[in-house]
Each structure stands twice: as C-alpha cells, then as structure tokens.
C-alpha cells in the first residue's frame, strides 16, 4: 500500500516536472564591463518564466567564459536572479572581448531550461570618463565658459575604482591641456581657468595606478629630484638622455626641459627606454612644459607602447570649446511710462554668439531665483542686443525679466517698469472744460438776453408796422367789389383820388406818429 503511494506520487512529480518543463522560460545576462585587467566583472543573470515574471522557484545556473584558462562557476539558488564575479589579472589573460555563458538548470534532475550569452571587454587602459563641472554645475556638453574655474575630474567605472581602491597603492593623474603639462594630482582631479578667447582646447589625463608596495614608490621621487646621479637602478636609458646636455644644474625645471627637447631628437632611444623615463619623471606643481610621445606614450594621440605592465594606466580626453558667458548687460531706454505708452527698451550686452531669449513680464515686484527658463528655448539671436517693445494694459509696477543665454551661460535680468496713470491733467481738464463750458453759457446767456431785449423794442415797432386794421379789410374786398371800386375810380377820378389819397393817409400817419 505504501509502496503504491509512492509510486502516485512519483507520478504526479513527474507530470509535473513535465509541465514545468514545457513551460518557457528565458534568462538575461547583465554586466558591468567594460573592466581594466585585475579588476572583477561581474555578470548578472535573471531568469523570467513565459509571463515575462521573474521566474519562482528553485534553479541552478551554470556560468563558464571562452577565456583560456577558463573560469566557470556554479551555484544552486532559490532564487530569479544570480551573480558571478570573475577576474582577469594582467599577467594572464590579454585584453580583448570574451564570452560569458549562463545556462540555467531546473534543481529537479538539472533539467537545462534555457542559456544565455554575451561578450564583454577586459580593456589594458582602466574605464570611466573625465567629468567636467564649472560652478558647481555638471558640464554636459563640450561647451566651458572662460569666467569661472573649471574642475575636471576623473570618474573611474565601479570596478576599476574598486581594484584601485583595494590594491593601489598609488594613484596619480597627469592633465596636460594641448599637450602641456599642468602638474599631476592625487584626487584625480584638475582646476583649470580657460580664460582667454573662443578656441577648441583638448584636456587629457594620464592616470598612472602602481600596485607596488610604498617602499619603492619612495625611491621614484629621489630620481626626480636628482635625476642625472640617482637614476641608475632604473633608468638606465635616461642616462643618454641627460649626457646629451651636460650643462644643466639640478635645478628641477632645467632638467625638464631639457628631456623634451633630446626625446625629439633621439626618438629611437627614447622609444626604447619609455618604461623607465615614464611618469615618475615628471616634476609635481611648477607650471607647462611641453611633452613628448616619449615621456607619455598615450598623450596627444601619440605612441603605442604599455611603458609598465605593473602598473594600470588610463588615459581620459576631452574636448572643450570656451566660449565667454552673456555679460555686462545693459539697458538703455525709459522705465518710467505714462498709461497709454508702450515700452521701449535696447538691451545690450557681451559673450559669445549665439544666443537665445525671451522676457517674461512679472507684475509688482519680482526676486529673480536664478531658475527662470524660456519656454520653447527662446528666440535665437546673432548680435549682441535687441529690443523690447511691450505694452502693459493697466498702471502698476511690473518687472520684465530678460532672460538671455548662450552655449555657457544664462542670464535672467529684471528691468523695474512702472506705468503711472496720468491723474493731474485728467483733474484739470475735468475742472477746466466745465467751468468754460459754463462760462460761455452765461457769456451767451447774458448776451441773448441782451439782444432779445433790444431786439423786442424793434419786434414791438414792426408789429405795429403789421398792425393796420382798415388795411387788412380790403382784403376781404370781393371781386366785384373792387371792379365796381376801380370802375368808379376810373369814372370820377378827381374826387376819388383825393378819397384813395386819404384812406392810405391815417396808416403813414399812424408810422410816423409811434
Ligand atoms: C588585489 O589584492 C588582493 C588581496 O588584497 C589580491 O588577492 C588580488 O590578487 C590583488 N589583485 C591584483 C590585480 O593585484
Ligand atoms: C568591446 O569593445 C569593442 C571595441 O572597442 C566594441 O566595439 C564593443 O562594443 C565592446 N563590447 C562590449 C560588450 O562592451
Ligand atoms: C611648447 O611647444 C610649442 C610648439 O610646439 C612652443 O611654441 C612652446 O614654446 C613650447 N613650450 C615650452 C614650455 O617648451
Ligand atoms: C607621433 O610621433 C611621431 C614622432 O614622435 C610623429 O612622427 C607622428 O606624426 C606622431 N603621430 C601622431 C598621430 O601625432
Ligand atoms: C523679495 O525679497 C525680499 C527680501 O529678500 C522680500 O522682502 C520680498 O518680499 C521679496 N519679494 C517677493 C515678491 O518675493
Ligand atoms: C528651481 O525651481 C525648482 C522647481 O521649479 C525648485 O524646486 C528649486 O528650489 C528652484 N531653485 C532655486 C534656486 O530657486
């Protein structure tokens, strides 16, 4: 009975193993390579199941690399996602581009579910960037402003920074702007002023890791100082270098000088004898000397020879285009305006071309953060000013922010503009066209009344003009009437006369009389 159990259940497991196994799972390999010699690599697997969902369960992950002697590793974990952690020391393995190999196992009878692969470099020269900031602000671009420090800074990858930190035993950068050399740091870091006119400069650093322990380290900067006596343990091919110039002294620029001009001449020698005339050569603080292919074999683009293979070296450059910011603004024209008025500015200023801007009105007063943008990038301009024309609708204060930038800086400039309304006049022509309104009035008042009363005395004389009575009855003479009156007239004309004579008398008289 217990045995039959058994067997139903090693069944059932075995349906089950069956599913698991036709469902489909994949893996990825992440890294984070490339890496310099003796630095870890580290790979990273994760295993997701047909949903895309890391898968569950318990898997057991198998890694080997193409290297040779190859690396492999193995490990069984309840778990998505794995590591592997190799190294490749420079005393056995070359750089180049290698393959890295998961294949991912069910635990149950290590049945393969998938495998991935991918390449990855082991580099000679250590990795990272040279980081550039000026005023506290990361420089993303080629662009440097020649007003303010720029600090340069070498930012090694994770896993080179890692093999420094745990195995340096000394870590020195040598900077060189167009190949001259500006003096060598521990920090990794240079600050440097491009100060002067628009140009394309090229900024190299030179980082130089020595795993050696301290005590000859020690003896390196004795040969520094004097270099013509102390040098004959290492530098046997600097010898030469030196008995070409007999005459300098001891003084440390002299002598500096000098191998840069004999490297020049005598390549083939100094080609040879790079391992020994390398970096520690090279004097700490004092100003530029000009170098040559010889003393730093990857500096300005030139040479190819690995001058320690004790040693890590790196080799960052940059390009850098100064530029000079937007400066010295100035702003010609009125800020105090009557309502109505638009304003009217010139705005001026220096830097290099080509610029962008835009101005933002502000009502009543405005502190300027430092963080205003354009928005839509602003206007692209050519010259060194323009103009602004604005009208504001209602008096106030108002602020009208310049913002002005180019490829190195940005300038946001707050011009106060205050709009008053016009209140006195307004006063007076509400008091003066009233009172002289008025004041014609009376004026006319005065007059009219004047002239009606003249003018009715000579009204009242032509009414009585109009006034006569017996007059306005031979209007209503009919027509036979005044036949039989013109007939009479014509028959007696004397008598009739003297009658008409006398009815048209009493009016003359009656005129004459008032
Ligand atoms: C770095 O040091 C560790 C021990 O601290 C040593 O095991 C390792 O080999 C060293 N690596 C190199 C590249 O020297
Ligand atoms: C390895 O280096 C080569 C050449 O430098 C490059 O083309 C390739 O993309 C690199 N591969 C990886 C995985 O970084
Ligand atoms: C560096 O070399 C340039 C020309 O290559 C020369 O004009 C300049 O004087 C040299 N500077 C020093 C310090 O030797
Ligand atoms: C490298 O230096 C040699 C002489 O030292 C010179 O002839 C050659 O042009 C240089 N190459 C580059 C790329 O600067
Ligand atoms: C601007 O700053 C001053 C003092 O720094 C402050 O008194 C004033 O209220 C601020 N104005 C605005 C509009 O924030
Ligand atoms: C810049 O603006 C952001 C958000 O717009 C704000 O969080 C930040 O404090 C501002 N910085 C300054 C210096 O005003």
Redesign the pocket.
């Known amino acids: 009975m217990k045995a039959y159990c058994s067997r139903t259940a090693l069944l059932i497991w075995f349906l089950m193993f069956i599913v698991s196994v036709d469902s489909y799972y994949y893996v990825t390999i992440s890294q984070n390579g490339p890496v310099v010699r003796g630095a870890n690599i580290t790979f990273r697997a994760d295993l997701f199941n047909s949903f895309g969902q890391p898968a569950k369960g318990t898997f057991w992950y198998v890694w080997k690399d193409n290297a040779i002697p190859q690396h492999t590793g193995e490990v069984e974990v309840h778990s998505p996602w794995t590591e592997w952690v190799v190294s490749f020391p420079a005393s056995v393995y070359a750089p180049g581009t290698y393959e890295v190999d998961v294949t991912v196992s069910s635990s149950f009878l290590y049945w393969p579910l998938c495998s991935q692969r991918a390449l990855f470099n082991i580099t000679a020269l250590l990795n990272g960037d040279l980081a550039l900031s000026q005023r506290n602000r990361t420089v993303f671009g080629k662009f440097v402003s020649n007003s303010s420090e720029a600090v340069h800074r070498v930012q090694l990858g994770q896993p080179d920074r890692e093999l420094l930190e745990r195995n340096a035993t000394s870590v020195v950068a040598y900077w060189f702007v167009d190949c001259v050399y500006y003096g060598s740091t521990g920090d990794l870091s240079l600050r440097f002023n491009y100060s002067g006119p628009e140009a394309t400069r090229v900024v190299e650093a030179l980082v130089v890791a020595s795993y050696e322990p301290p005590a000859t380290t020690t003896t390196t900067p004795a040969t520094t100082t004097t270099t013509p006596t102390t040098t004959t343990p290492t530098t046997t091919t600097v010898a030469p270098a030196n008995t070409t110039t007999p005459p300098p002294t001891t003084t440390t620029v002299a002598t500096t000088t000098t191998p840069t001009t004999t490297s020049t001449t005598t390549?083939t020698p100094a080609a040879t004898t790079t391992t020994a005339s390398a970096p520690p050569g090279i004097p700490r603080g004092g100003g530029s000397h000009n170098v040559s292919?010889a003393d730093f074999p990857f500096v300005?683009?030139?040479g190819s020879v690995m001058p320690d293979p004790k040693k890590s070296y790196g080799l960052f450059r940059r390009h850098v285009v100064v530029r000079a910011p937007v400066s010295g603004i100035e702003v010609s024209g009125s800020n105090w305006l009557q309502h109505g008025d638009m304003v009217n500015l010139t705005v001026s200023f220096n830097g290099s071309v080509n610029f962008t801007h835009c101005i933002q009105p502000k009502q009543g007063s405005y502190n300027v953060t430092g963080n205003e943008t354009c928005k839509n990038e602003g206007a692209l301009l050519r010259e060194r000013k323009f103009r602004v024309i604005h009208y504001f609708r209602y008096p106030g204060t108002y602020v009208l922010l310049m913002i002005i930038s180019n490829d190195v800086s940005r300038v946001v400039y707050p011009v106060t503009i205050n709009i008053y309304e016009v209140t006195k006049q307004a006063q007076l022509s509400v008091i003066v066209v009233p009172v002289t309104c008025s004041l014609l009035a009376v004026i006319l008042m005065v007059f009219g009344v004047a002239y009606y009363v003249q003018s009715r005395n000579r009204y009242t004389v032509e009414v009585a003009d109009f006034d006569f009575g017996k007059a306005s009855d031979m209007e209503y003479k009919t027509f036979r009437e005044r036949l039989r009156e013109s007939l009479a007239n014509s028959i007696n004309r004397p008598g009739d006369y003297r009658e008409s004579d006398n009815i048209w008398s009493p009016s003359r008289q009656y005129g004459t009389l008032q």
């Open positions: 390549t292919a300005c683009g030139n």
